[in-house]
């Protein structure tokens, strides 16, 4: 069963910190890996994408990587701020006959001053 | 980039009503989605919108419950009919360009079912 997991469920950290959320992902047959930021009563908004032939995609202070062996990616933010407090979603794209796409649970991750 | 418009952004309703939710791309797209969010929960999709024809709908979503129009390339909508309280949710229209290399989200609505 094609399935993508998030840890953790909720992250709370200080505004200046880093942090890294976690995505496993069990999908077949793989065809790339996004990170979206979802903030409160909004759409997903696109971070990064990754296929399978790469290992990392930075935007900003948000850097993904993805480790296609093992079937994880992180996605690490640098130098955290008060507006990075948001759902992060991970989303793994399927392609077998149709089109797929994946959705984890989500990262809610909260920023204090 | 697309640039999604969706509206209502927000609605608050009367069970057994029915509310229609409009999404309009800025540009041609080749896949248009409805997914549905319940509260804390992640992203359902409801049904893939197929330009001039009956929409894909997934395992537990019928068309007479979320009947889906998709007239041309860059304009949908999705109806929640008969409404309870347990459609409270937040109903997203995402769309996909050419080989779905992006995928791209409104804003989302936000329905409320009294």
């Known amino acids: 069963k094609n399935q993508v997991e998030q840890s953790p469920q909720s992250l709370i950290i200080l505004e200046g910190k880093n942090c890294t959320l976690q995505?496993?992902?069990?999908?077949?047959?793989?065809?790339?890996l996004r990170w979206y930021k979802q903030d409160t009563g909004r759409g997903p908004v696109s971070l990064t994408i990754?296929?399978?032939?790469?290992n990392t995609k930075s935007n900003g202070r948000y850097t993904a990587t993805l480790d296609a062996d093992t079937k994880q990616s992180s996605l690490h933010i640098t130098a955290s701020q008060l507006s990075d407090s948001a759902s992060y979603i991970c989303?793994?794209?399927?392609?077998?006959?149709?089109?797929?796409?994946?959705f984890g649970t989500g990262t809610r991750l909260k920023v204090l001053a | 980039s697309a640039v999604i418009s969706q509206k209502p952004s927000r609605d608050i309703c009367q069970r057994g009503t029915s509310l229609t939710i409009q999404c309009q791309v800025d540009?041609?797209?080749?896949?248009m989605f409805w997914y549905r969010q319940q509260p804390g929960q992640s992203l359902t999709l409801i049904a893939t919108?197929?330009?001039?024809?009956?929409?894909?709908?997934e395992s537990g979503f019928v068309i007479d419950k979320f009947p889906i129009s998709r007239p041309n390339l860059t304009f949908s909508t999705l109806t929640v009919s008969n409404m309870s309280p347990e459609d409270s949710s937040i109903y997203l229209c995402?769309?996909?360009?050419?080989?779905?290399?992006?995928?791209?989200f409104g804003s989302g609505t936000q329905l409320s079912v009294l």
């Open positions: 995402s769309v996909g360009t050419v080989l779905n290399e992006k995928l791209f």
């Open positions: 995505c496993n992902y069990t999908v077949s047959p793989f065809s790339n």
């Open positions: 990754m296929t399978f032939s790469e």
């Open positions: 989303v793994v794209s399927v392609t077998s006959g149709t089109y797929k796409y994946i």
């Open positions: 540009s041609q797209v080749t896949m």
């Open positions: 919108a197929n330009q001039g024809s009956e929409a894909t709908y």
